[in-house]
C-alpha cells in the first residue's frame, strides 16, 4: 500500500464528474451506493433504477506521474428489476442498497448486489477472442446440413473488439421478511452476511437455496419491538466475528464460534447519553446509520445522525474519538424531523490506511476528518469546480451574527442536496462521492 500524507494537510483537487450535470434528475438515476474493488482499480455503482455501472481506473492515469484518479465506464447492466410480492400485496423496488466486491481469484470480476429482498452474485469478464470455423454451423449461427459436410475444419481462435459481459451466476432469494440493509463478505471469501431489520443470515457463495440465520432480534410480540438492526459488517480478518449496530445506538460484537445463534453478544459499545441534553429527538439522532470496520482491524467508525464516533474494539463504554459532522443543524431538528430529512442514513468509510474518515452531509457538502492531526474539512461536490486539478476550498457554515465572505449560512442550506453515499480508494487519495445522480472524483494534489 502506497504511504499516504496526513489527511489534513492535504489539498484535494476535482479529477471528474459522472452522470449528467442537468438539474431534471429522474429517480431512476439517483446513485445508491457507491463501492471501491479491493486493489481500487475498479468502482461501482448502483442506483435507484437497479443498474449497477462499473468504471474502470485509466491505466495511463494510473501510472502517469504524477498519478491521477480517472476512470472510465467499463460495464453497464440492469441487476434487478421492479418485482410484486402477490402474497402481501407489495412492490419491491429494484433499487440497488448495496454492493460488495469479492476478491478476485482469476482473469474475472465477481460482485454482490442486493435491493430490499434478493442478493445476486454477478461475474464479470473479458472477451476478445471468438472460435471460427466450425464443422456443424455456418459463421451467423445456423446449423449446417449434416449431408452437406464433406471435410473436417480445425476451429481457429480469432481476435475481436473487447467485450465485456456481466451474467449473474448466483440468486439468493426469499430468505428476508424485511427489507435487507446491508451485505457483507467474509474473510474466508466463501460465507457472507446479509441483514435485514431484525435477522441476520449467513449465506454460503455456492448455496442459494438455503441459509442460516445467526442473529434473530424479532420479539415474540411485534408490540414489545424497541429496536432495529441497521448496519453489519464481517471483521476483515477474523472470519467468525461480525458487529452489527442497531437504531437504539448501539453496536453489538458477535462471535460466531460461541454459539449458532448470536443473540448473545460478546460486547457490546454503547455511550451514554448526558440526561441534561435529553430531547424529544435523542433517539432519533443516536440510531447509527452506519458501521465500519478499519483496515487493520482493530477500530472502527459509527455514524449517527450528527457525529462519526471512533471505537477501540478492546473498550466497550465510549468511543476513542468523536467528530461532530454537523453540529450547526442542532438547533434545525424540528424542522428536519418535518421534512423527514432527519431519518437519512448517511455511510462513513476509512482511508485506505485508517488514518482517516470521510462522510457526507446536506448542501452537497462531505466531511474529511484527519486522526493523527485532529483537523477536519468541509468540501463541496459542486458543478462549477468540474475543470481537472481545479482545487476544492474549504466551505464553512456560518451559524448566525455576521457572516463572513466565504461562509455560507445554516439557512441557506439545500436539504435536497445530500451526500448519503461516498468510497474511499484502498491504497490512494482518491474518493468517490455520490451527489444525486452525478459521481464526483477528487483526489489529493500531488
Known amino acids: 500500500m502506497c ?107 465477481f460482485l454482490l448486489s442486493t435491493n430490499d429482498k434478493t442478493i445476486k452474485l454477478w461475474k464479470v469478464s473479458e472477451r476478445d477472442k471468438r472460435v471460427e470455423g466450425y464443422n456443424t454451423k455456418e459463421e451467423n449461427g445456423s446449423i449446417r446440413d449434416p ?86 459488517e464481517f471483521h476483515p480478518a477474523e472470519c467468525n466475528v461480525l458487529v452489527y449496530s442497531s437504531s437504539k445506538g448501539t453496536i453489538r460484537l458477535c462471535d460466531m464460534r460461541s454459539a449458532a445463534l448470536c443473540d448473545q453478544h460478546s460486547k457490546l459499545f454503547e455511550e451514554q447519553e448526558d440526561p441534561t441534553n435529553r430531547s424529544f429527538f435523542s433517539e432519533i439522532i443516536s440510531s447509527i446509520s452506519d458501521v465500519k470496520l478499519s483496515h487493520s482491524g482493530r477500530y472502527m467508525i459509527s455514524r449517527d445522525y450528527l457525529s462519526v464516533k471512533v471505537w477501540d474494539l478492546q473498550m466497550e463504554t465510549k468511543p476513542i474519538e468523536c467528530y461532530p459532522v454537523h453540529e450547526y443543524l442542532r438547533s434545525k431538528l424540528c424542522s428536519l424531523y418535518e421534512n423527514d430529512c432527519i431519518f437519512d442514513k448517511f455511510e462513513c468509510c476509512w482511508s485506505g490506511n485508517d488514518s482517516a474518515i470521510m462522510t457526507g452531509s ?6 474529511v476528518f484527519d486522526r493523527t492531526t485532529k483537523r477536519d474539512l468541509t468540501l463541496e461536490a459542486a458543478r462549477d469546480i468540474a475543470k481537472p486539478k481545479t482545487l476544492l476550498k474549504p466551505r464553512k457554515v456560518s451559524t448566525g451574527g455576521k457572516r463572513k465572505k466565504d461562509e455560507i449560512s445554516v ?36
Not at 3 to 16: L, P, R, Y
Not at 61 to 78: A, D, H, L, M, W
Not at 362 to 367: A, G, T, V
Not at 418 to 446: C, G, M, R, Y
Request: hydrophobic share 35%.
Open 147 to 232: 449431408a452437406c459436410i464433406t471435410s473436417l475444419r480445425v476451429p481457429s481462435i480469432k481476435p475481436m473488439e473487447l467485450m465485456v459481459e456481466a451474467s449473474p451466476r448466483r440468486i439468493f432469494a426469499n430468505a428476508h421478511t424485511y427489507h435487507i440493509n446491508s451485505i457483507s463478505v467474509n474473510s474466508d471469501q466463501e460465507t457472507y452476511l446479509s441483514a435485514d431489520d431484525l435477522r441476520i443470515n449467513l449465506w454460503h457463495l455456492e448455496i442459494t437455496d438455503q441459509s442460516f440465520n445467526i442473529v434473530d432480534i424479532k420479539p415474540t410480540n411485534m408490540e414489545e419491538l424497541t429496536e432495529v438492526i441497521t448496519a453489519a
Open 411 to 446: 439557512d441557506c442550506l439545500d436539504f435536497n442536496k445530500k451526500i448519503l453515499h461516498t468510497a474511499w480508494h484502498p491504497s490512494e487519495n482518491v474518493v468517490a462521492v455520490a451527489a444525486t445522480n452525478n459521481l464526483f472524483l477528487f483526489q489529493d494534489k500531488l
Open 362 to 367: 446536506y448542501n452537497n457538502f462531505f466531511r
Open 3 to 109: 504511504e499516504m500524507a496526513g489527511n489534513g494537510d492535504i489539498q484535494w483537487c476535482f479529477s471528474q464528474v459522472k452522470g449528467t450535470l442537468e438539474d431534471d434528475v429522474t429517480e431512476a438515476d439517483i446513485i445508491s451506493c457507491v463501492e471501491f474493488n479491493h486493489d481500487g482499480d475498479l468502482l461501482a455503482t448502483g442506483d435507484k433504477g437497479g443498474r449497477v455501472v462499473i468504471f474502470q481506473r485509466d491505466p495511463i492515469s494510473k501510472n502517469s506521474i504524477p498519478r491521477r484518479g480517472e476512470y472510465n465506464v467499463y460495464s453497464t447492466f440492469q441487476s434487478h428489476e421492479p418485482e410484486f410480492d402477490y402474497l402481501k400485496s407489495l412492490e419491491i423496488e429494484e433499487k440497488i442498497n448495496k454492493i460488495r466486491w469479492l476478491k478476485r481469484k482469476n482473469p474475472a470480476h
